[in-house]
């Protein structure tokens, strides 16, 4: 061996030191696997995050010689989502030469594809019509709105359209849909006017009138069949049906309600409450109306909840309008200080309700002569002028007292219950926000029953009741 060593030149002084090097490595790499501290990531040292998704930790071990170090590991590196690139987390324990350091990389990437904000059921072209690309929206988490990006192919066979999109990391989203040339969908019927009409008995019905509208067809107005009558003479709910087909033989339907209402009959009573809503009288009012069966009307203020106003309205009951302030210096100040006032009471009641009212009590009364503080002669203008517009008014042959002096709800019980007559209509002034009317109503109600008068809610066949103007 010795002599091989000298054929190839080395020499012992040589041979010793390379024994020594070898030495020298294997005792490090044992140093390196034995005698310090061991870091196993998990996950890798690799891993991959998605854009914009939150980074979370995923775990690591350390131990020395069977000692568990994973808490004295220390952790440095940031790793922000909201950019692309690659980020570095070092993990580092022990100390001098006992210290191990290892390294992973984050990759923050965007592998997500673009939404495509579209039906995906099949699409309906109308026969004999060619489909149109349309726009369709799209957006994706890095780029934001790739609406302009969107392209649309048509088949050569043209039963199918693809919409796709590519973001500019190349991730690429398509929807197929099949095309089918059917008329499936149904007419639509526009009924002119609103879906109830109120007439009184005996007066002629006509139909407000109506429109057909197809989207292959276009206007089939033209072949409209109506259905069903209107008993003028008998009051009542009464229905009427619109039908009509268009080519493909779709059918669309729409209806209308006719309400006849009889007119004013000697010896009803008209239960009406003024200034209201306010918690803890009107609720308290509806509750006892509607264990007795009974309809009322309210003219409300702008004051008070919404939510009261909805439930008179959605219990049957009539809302009517009072005013919006109930302040005479400012609404009784002109003739239009007076419109505007009524203008807002209304919008308020529209908004909660959907419904158009045109019922009125002026604060005070037509005949009040608090107005001629403001403005003389109003209350003669205002009493022609609102008809004008569409409204009714309605003042009160019967008074509760309940705005004066009366406190008592057995006075106000028999304030309204001596007033009533069997000749006439009974229209009853009160104010839903007494303590004491809230008290008396239930046995108004009761008195009425026992005693053959109907109650009864304004409405359109109503005859107004009306005072003297005396300014």
């Known amino acids: 061996?010795?002599?091989?060593?000298?054929?190839?030149?080395?020499?012992?002084?040589?041979?010793?030191?390379?024994?020594?090097?070898?030495?020298?490595?294997?005792?490090?790499?044992?140093?390196?696997?034995?005698?310090?501290?061991?870091?196993?990531?998990?996950?890798?040292?690799?891993?991959?995050?998605?854009?914009?998704?939150?980074?979370?930790?995923?775990?690591?071990?350390?131990?020395?010689?069977?000692?568990?170090?994973?808490?004295?590991?220390?952790?440095?590196?940031?790793?922000?989502?909201?950019?692309?690139?690659?980020?570095?987390?070092?993990?580092?324990?022990?100390?001098?030469?006992?210290?191990?350091?290892?390294?992973?990389?984050?990759?923050?990437?965007?592998?997500?594809?673009?939404?495509?904000?579209?039906?995906?059921?099949?699409?309906?072209?109308?026969?004999?019509?060619?489909?149109?690309?349309?726009?369709?929206?799209?957006?994706?988490?890095?780029?934001?709105?790739?609406t302009d990006k969107v392209k649309g192919e048509i088949s050569k066979k043209e039963d199918m359209v693809t919409y796709s999109v590519k973001d500019s990391n190349g991730n690429?989203?398509?929807?197929?849909?099949?095309?089918?040339?059917?008329?499936?969908?149904?007419?639509?019927?526009?009924?002119?006017?609103?879906?109830?009409?109120?007439?009184?008995?005996?007066?002629?019905?006509?139909?407000?009138?109506?429109?057909?509208?197809?989207?292959?067809?276009?206007?089939?107005t033209s072949k409209v069949v109506v259905e069903g009558t209107v008993d003028n003479s008998l009051a009542g709910d009464y229905k009427i049906t619109y039908k009509v087909k268009d080519e493909a033989g779709n059918e669309g339907e729409a209806n209308r309600t006719v309400k006849v209402s009889s007119g004013d009959v000697v010896g009803t009573v008209y239960l009406t409450f003024d200034d209201g809503p306010n918690e803890g009288t009107t609720n308290v009012i509806l509750d006892i109306l509607k264990e007795e069966g009974v309809k009322a009307t309210f003219f409300v203020t702008g004051y008070g909840p919404d939510e009261l106003i909805k439930r008179e309205f959605d219990e049957g009951h009539t809302v009517a309008l009072h005013s919006q302030t109930h302040d005479y210096a400012k609404i009784y100040s002109s003739d239009q200080a007076f419109f505007n006032d009524l203008q807002a009471i209304h919008d308020r009641v529209q908004r909660i309700t959907g419904y158009d009212s045109k019922f009125i009590r002026f604060p005070g009364g037509a005949s009040n002569t608090v107005s001629r503080r403001y403005s003389f002669g109003i209350m003669s203008r205002l009493s022609k002028e609102v008809l004008n517009r569409g409204y009714k008014y309605y003042d009160w042959n019967v008074s509760s007292g309940d705005a004066g002096n009366t406190t008592d709800p057995k006075q106000v019980y028999r304030n309204v219950v001596y007033s009533l007559r069997k000749d006439r209509v009974n229209m009853v002034l009160m104010h839903d926000i007494k303590p004491y009317t809230r008290d008396a109503i239930r046995d108004i109600i009761h008195y009425c029953k026992e005693n053959g008068y109907q109650i009864k809610k304004i409405d359109n066949c109503t005859t107004m009741v009306t005072q003297r103007v005396n300014n």
């Open 1 to 146: 061996m010795r002599k091989f060593f000298r054929k190839i030149g080395i020499t012992k002084p040589l041979l010793i030191g390379g024994i020594f090097v070898i030495a020298f490595f294997v005792i490090a790499f044992f140093i390196h696997l034995v005698l310090l501290p061991q870091i196993e990531l998990k996950g890798g040292k690799k891993i991959v995050v998605e854009y914009k998704e939150k980074y979370s930790e995923a775990g690591y071990k350390a131990n020395h010689l069977g000692k568990n170090l994973t808490k004295e590991v220390k952790v440095k590196g940031k790793v922000n989502t909201d950019k692309l690139g690659e980020y570095q987390v070092t993990y580092t324990v022990g100390s001098g030469i006992f210290k191990r350091k290892v390294v992973r990389t984050v990759e923050v990437s965007d592998t997500t594809k673009p939404k495509l904000k579209i039906n995906k059921d099949d699409i309906y072209v109308c026969p004999g019509t060619k489909y149109e690309i349309e726009k369709v929206e799209a957006t994706d988490n890095y780029d934001g709105d790739l």
């Open 172 to 220: 690429k989203k398509s929807i197929t849909k099949k095309i089918l040339y059917e008329d499936k969908e149904k007419p639509v019927i526009t009924l002119t006017g609103t879906e109830t009409v109120y007439i009184c008995t005996n007066d002629v019905y006509k139909d407000p009138g109506y429109k057909a509208e197809d989207n292959c067809d276009k206007d089939l």
